[in-house]
């Protein structure tokens, strides 16, 4: 199973909900990352999990919420978000923890298109 | 200066036209990355690349570390060709991946 899972597909949320995304994998990757997207634009990272532990979060608000409760599982808690976070999420994951170099190739998911009203 | 640029932006050939997409980088490498996203889509890695060339079906890719640069070939372009390219590099420094910009291919029928 080379596969990362993301859901929902697709999500619209008012500014008061609170949810959840949700990415799996079962390749026995150790590092695991939530990216956002806008249109036209390159993936920019958001969190990053080695070892089930949190190693980066670059400077998100804290609206957004990373869990990882195991090594397969990553979530994204979502709460209070403004109509600007409206983008892709991304999720993916390496075999690796970042800074491994060749063992750092990222597979993504599909991704969970997020629309804030 | 973005630290990974590529070229160019955007790209529209015919069906079965051989097309080139470039990538340079400013900052030392472990391994760089070919990414392909389809209009709303998640991304899928095509390649990745420490030295040399590369090849998968009509892709091929080709990197020249002390140049720091990198092509993508598409031979016999195709219309579900029709995607983002993403260049993306592991840096020697630093702990995750550093993007480019992409490039938007269009192949026409």
């Known amino acids: 199973d080379t596969e990362v899972t993301q859901t929902p597909k697709h999500l619209v949320m008012g500014m008061t909900n609170k949810k959840s995304l949700k990415c799996e994998q079962h390749?026995?990757?150790?590092?695991m990352y939530w990216y956002k997207q806008k249109a036209k634009k390159p993936p920019e990272l958001m969190f990053v999990y080695s070892y089930e532990k949190l190693s980066i979060n670059e400077s998100v608000p804290s609206r957004f919420s990373p869990e990882c409760p195991n090594s397969s599982l990553l979530n994204l808690h979502l709460h209070a978000l403004q109509p600007e976070d409206s983008a892709l999420y991304l999720c993916?994951?390496?075999?690796?923890?970042?800074?491994?170099?060749?063992?750092?190739?990222?597979?993504f998911g599909p991704g969970t298109r997020l629309t804030v009203l | 200066k973005n630290e990974v640029e590529q070229s160019p932006q955007n790209l529209t050939a015919q069906e079965g036209e051989f097309i080139t997409i470039n990538c340079s980088y400013s900052?030392?490498?472990?391994?760089l990355h070919w990414l392909q996203q389809h209009p709303g889509g998640g991304i899928v890695s095509l390649f990745m690349?420490?030295?040399g060339k590369k090849k998968h079906g009509r892709l091929i890719a080709t990197i020249n570390i002390q140049e720091k640069h990198s092509s993508l070939h598409i031979t016999a372009s195709h219309p579900r060709d029709s995607a983002v390219y993403i260049c993306a590099v592991s840096p020697n420094y630093g702990q995750n991946f550093v993007f480019g910009p992409g490039t938007r291919l269009s192949v026409l029928p």
């Open positions: 390749m026995g990757h150790r590092a």
């Open positions: 900052v030392g490498i472990s391994a």
């Open positions: 690349l420490s030295s």
């Open positions: 993916a994951s390496s075999q690796d923890h970042p800074g491994q170099g060749a063992y750092n190739e990222q597979f």
